[in-house]
């Protein structure tokens, strides 16, 4: 009886289990079906609370775009981001391999010090970041406030994008080192020529990582900006949806604007995404 009834409990089991998945699913994505539906609509429709529009408004993303001046401020984001997904691999990139690869006295200890300020909350160090781009911009060549040194240089070091990366270069194989010295190869010839070939996944995984923490940046670009010129388009959509006021259907149509292109970024590299978390073994 015991072995008779295994099989209905693990059907039952496995019943919940894709049940509250899809509860889950439909929780998550019940907001963005809400916008994106709501974009389409007329002023009187959200007004009405209607969940579905009777005639599509496509003429709100154009209305959006202008009264916005999202053009300017995509532009901005996309220079930010490209600068700071760049900078992150370029500096991330050898700090995890020397951790991981390069045997030096206190290699362990300040790992564990690169960890420990992820513990450490943004609010916290906005402050003191916020006084340091002020001063190196004072005594450097060119300004940082306003300008995209304070967007992107104060970012381009992360101690998670290190730690993803750190634990990837750390599973490779010993036998590639030992037959790369065979070959007269030193470190930095191991890390560009071995190391960063294998490692596509979580490199595409970083450089996402800090694409989405780019695009997203609402509350430094407004404390370290106060000109539209080098704001990015979070601070644009915030402006624009303080001064639509009633206009529901064109703050959604923004909102739908500034997500766009980084879920069809997303999609070009999800594949990579998921296999870099995989293979640097993080899960969750």
């Given at each position: 009886?015991?072995?008779?009834?295994r099989p209905d409990r693990t059907r039952l089991w496995r019943g919940l289990l894709v049940g509250s998945l899809?509860?889950?699913?439909?929780?998550?994505?019940?907001?963005?079906?809400?916008?994106?539906?709501?974009?389409?609509?007329?002023?009187?429709?959200?007004?009405?609370?209607?969940?579905?529009?009777?005639?599509?408004?496509?003429?709100?993303?154009?209305?959006?775009?202008?009264?916005?001046?999202?053009?300017?401020?995509?532009?901005?984001?996309?220079?930010?981001?490209?600068?700071?997904?760049?900078?992150?691999?370029?500096?991330?990139?050898?700090?995890?391999?020397?951790?991981?690869?390069?045997?030096?006295?206190?290699?362990?200890?300040?790992?564990?010090?690169?960890?420990?300020?992820?513990?450490?909350?943004?609010?916290?160090?906005?402050?003191?970041?916020?006084?340091?781009?002020?001063?190196?911009?004072?005594?450097?060549?060119?300004?940082?406030?306003?300008?995209?040194?304070?967007?992107?240089?104060?970012?381009?070091?992360?101690?998670?994008?290190?730690?993803?990366?750190?634990?990837?270069?750390?599973?490779?194989?010993?036998?590639?080192?030992?037959?790369?010295?065979?070959?007269?190869?030193?470190?930095?010839?191991?890390?560009?020529?071995?190391?960063?070939?294998?490692?596509?996944?979580?490199?595409?995984?970083?450089?996402?990582?800090?694409?989405?923490?780019?695009?997203?940046?609402?509350?430094?670009?407004?404390?370290?900006?106060n000109t539209p010129a080098w704001r990015p388009l979070a601070v644009g959509l915030q402006q624009f949806v303080s001064e639509a006021g009633a206009e529901v259907h064109l703050q959604m149509a923004?909102?739908?604007?500034?997500?766009?292109?980084?879920?069809?970024?997303?999609?070009?590299?999800?594949?990579?995404?998921?296999?870099?978390?995989?293979?640097?073994?993080?899960?969750?």
């Amino acid at each position: 009886m015991a072995d008779a009834s295994r099989p209905d409990r693990t059907r039952l089991w496995r019943g919940l289990l894709v049940g509250s998945l899809c509860l889950g699913a439909a929780a998550s994505l019940a907001p963005f079906a809400w916008m994106l539906l709501a974009s389409f609509m007329t002023r009187g429709e959200t007004i009405r609370h209607v969940l579905v529009p009777e005639h599509l408004q496509w003429g709100n993303y154009l209305t959006a775009w202008r009264e916005a001046d999202f053009g300017h401020y995509l532009i901005v984001s996309v220079v930010i981001a490209a600068l700071q997904v760049g900078g992150t691999l370029a500096f991330c990139t050898p700090a995890a391999y020397a951790l991981a690869r390069m045997d030096f006295r206190g290699r362990n200890v300040l790992f564990l010090g690169i960890l420990a300020t992820l513990m450490i909350p943004e609010s916290v160090t906005m402050i003191p970041n916020f006084l340091a781009v002020s001063w190196v911009g004072d005594v450097g060549p060119i300004p940082w406030i306003n300008n995209w040194p304070a967007l992107t240089i104060p970012f381009m070091a992360s101690a998670f994008s290190i730690f993803l990366l750190r634990q990837f270069f750390a599973g490779i194989p010993n036998d590639l080192w030992e037959a790369a010295r065979l070959d007269g190869m030193g470190h930095l010839g191991f890390l560009l020529k071995i190391v960063v070939p294998l490692s596509r996944a979580p490199l595409m995984t970083v450089g996402m990582l800090a694409l989405i923490g780019s695009w997203n940046s609402l509350a430094w670009p407004l404390l370290v900006t106060n000109t539209p010129a080098w704001r990015p388009l979070a601070v644009g959509l915030q402006q624009f949806v303080s001064e639509a006021g009633a206009e529901v259907h064109l703050q959604m149509a923004g909102a739908v604007i500034a997500i766009v292109p980084i879920l069809l970024a997303y999609l070009l590299v999800q594949k990579e995404f998921t296999e870099g978390i995989v293979m640097s073994g993080l899960k969750g």
